[in-house]
Structure formats: C-alpha cells, structure tokens
C-alpha cells in the first residue's frame, strides 16, 4: 500500500474535495482521482461518495480514516525521532471561526511564518462545535475558537481568555457618542450580524429572548470583514468581539455603542486533542498563541475609555 496514496486519501477527507486536495498538494485533479481509485482498488471497498459537489466519507471509508491517520501519525513520530535537523518544517491544520481569522490570524500567522518559514498551515474555518468535532477527528490538529467557557476531558486547553463583544458603528453614526443608550435602540437601528452559528450572536439571541425582544438584522454574513467595510461606511450597527473592532476604534473609525445595563463576554479559547502528538510545529504555534503576539498601536484619545 502505497503512502503517498493515503496521504491523499486524508486531504481528501479532511478537505471534502478531491480539487482542493489537488490544489493543496500540488496534484492534478486527475492524479488524486487515479490515487483514490487505486487505494480503492487494494482495499476491495468504496471510500467516497461523490453526489453533485458533495464529497463525503462512506462507512467504509470512515473506518479506514482511523486507521490511516494513525499510520501517518505514527510515521511523522517516526521521522521526528530520528531526525537530527531542529529546523521546523513540517505542516500544522488549524481551525478557527472567521472572525479570529479574519483579525487575530493575519498577523499572528505572519509572526510565525517569520520566524519558522518552511512550515506549512492549513487553516479551515467553521462554527466551533463543527471544528471541535473535526479535531476528535483527528482532521484538525488545533482549534481557536470563541465561545463560552466550554471543556471536555479528550481536550488539552492553552489558552482561555474573556473578551468582551460589543456593539459598534461608524464613529459617525447617530448613536456614536451617547450615553446610556437603551437596548432596544440599539437593536432596532439597521442591524448587521454574523450568521446565526457565530457563538457570540447566539448568546446575544438567548439573552434577548429571556426579556422577550427579538434580533431582526437587515444583513447577515459570515464574512467579518464585509461587515467592518460596511460599518465603516455608516450602514448599520453590529455586535462583534473587542479583538475584531479595536484597531478601527483606537483609529477612531468605529465607536464602540455605550448600552445602558449590557455587558456580554466571550473566551477565547486553543485547545487540542489530549491524544495528539505535538509536533515541534503544533509547539511552536501553540507557544506564540498563548503569548497573545500583538501588534504595538496606538490608541485613539477618544477612543480609550472602550478598550
């Protein structure tokens, strides 16, 4: 059985597509499609089903994931143990939701490419409790995530930091600036929000509904910084973590609303699977996580008070 073939088996699994796989591997779409079909072959069984654009896992091809993950799992402690370089460069996948990609990410992955530039990161983004299940998969070597303290036994916690969320709009937004404003305000000005499996929205939602008021956004979107440029052009108010706003508030481009009697945190949280294998390159990320490497800005006097 050829390794190469259940190497590609993997990024097909992992990535549910045998054309991002290719991509990711610097394949041909064909030469992955041969690959799988020769593992198949060997193996007497059917490991995907492909209908329209879906590409997922059969219940054979499940069972054989395990075991294939352990075998290269097993050859990558193998070839560590024996390798006498101490120059990191291998490959890590992490995943995280889009608003940690979208603003923590950028220049943490920078700092880490600058200091081990021969590793390569695969990054998937998701709801939480999707990529926490990827990571009980072992499809996901790391996850960061934002939520409500959340633990579980099979998982080695980093990093568990609160933030608050906040409402935010233009800096020249009629609610900019005011004092004790009122929930309902607030929500009834035109509203911008993530999609409903952000873990910050939800928990925006389930304390609405427990004093009987309702979010009705105009615009949902899963990408934050769509609604950051739409923000900045004055089209709306949002609810987003502090991390996400604060370089736009300490520029004095957005405001961060002050509401009358609200406050909601989240936590920032990296965890792996205690089962993993840390490799020198999972270490090294999970080091300059932890650290919180941010970038040295200078505040908007203004602006100050909020952050």
Same mark, same amino acid.
């Given at each position: ?16 597509? #045998? ?13 992955? &499609?041969?690959? %799988? ?18 590409? @997922?896992?059969?219940?054979?091809? &499940? ?92 998982? %080695? ?26 929930? $309902? ?20 939602? *389930?304390?609405? @509904? ?32 502090? #991390?996400?706003?604060?370089? $736009? %508030? ?7 609303? $002050?509401?009358?009697?609200? *406050? ?14 840390? &490799? ?15 970038? $040295? ?5 203004? @602006?100050?008070?909020?952050?």
């Amino acid at each position: 059985m050829d390794l190469r073939e259940i190497n590609t088996f993997l990024h097909v699994a992992k990535l549910k597509s #045998f054309s991002k796989a290719a991509g990711q591997m610097g394949y041909t779409q064909a030469a992955v &499609t041969i690959q %799988i079909k020769h593992l198949e072959n060997e193996l007497k069984v059917h490991l995907f089903d492909r209908i329209g654009k879906q590409t @997922t896992l059969t219940h054979q091809g &499940t069972i054989f994931y395990e075991y294939a993950s352990n075998i290269m799992k097993e050859l990558a402690q193998a070839i560590e143990a024996v390798s006498g370089s101490d120059e990191l460069n291998g490959r890590i996948c992490i995943g995280t939701i889009e608003s940690v990609c979208s603003s923590v990410f950028p220049e943490l992955l920078r700092e880490y490419h600058r200091l081990y530039p021969k590793v390569t990161i695969s990054i998937i983004t998701d709801s939480p409790e999707a990529l926490l299940h990827m990571m009980d998969k072992n499809v996901i070597d790391i996850v960061y995530f934002l939520d409500k303290p959340v633990y579980n036994k099979n998982w %080695i916690k980093v990093l568990e930091e609160p933030e608050d969320v906040l409402f935010v709009s233009s800096a020249s937004n009629q609610l900019a600036g005011q004092i004790g404003l009122n929930l $309902d305000e607030v929500i009834s000005h035109p509203f911008i929000s993530t999609e409903k499996d952000a873990s910050y929205r939800h928990l925006l939602e *389930q304390y609405l @509904t427990s004093i009987g008021k309702e979010l009705h956004p105009f615009l949902e979107t899963g990408n934050t910084e769509f609604i950051l440029d739409q923000l900045r052009h004055n089209l709306g108010v949002s609810f987003l973590p502090a #991390f996400v706003v604060r370089h $736009d %508030i300490m520029l004095g481009v957005l405001s961060c609303l $002050d509401v009358k009697d609200f *406050q909601l945190k989240v936590w920032r949280q990296l965890v792996y699977h205690k089962d993993k294998w840390v &490799t020198k390159e999972m270490a090294a990320f999970l080091k300059l996580a932890a650290r919180e490497w941010k970038p $040295d800005l200078q505040p908007h006097p203004h @602006t100050l008070q909020y952050l």
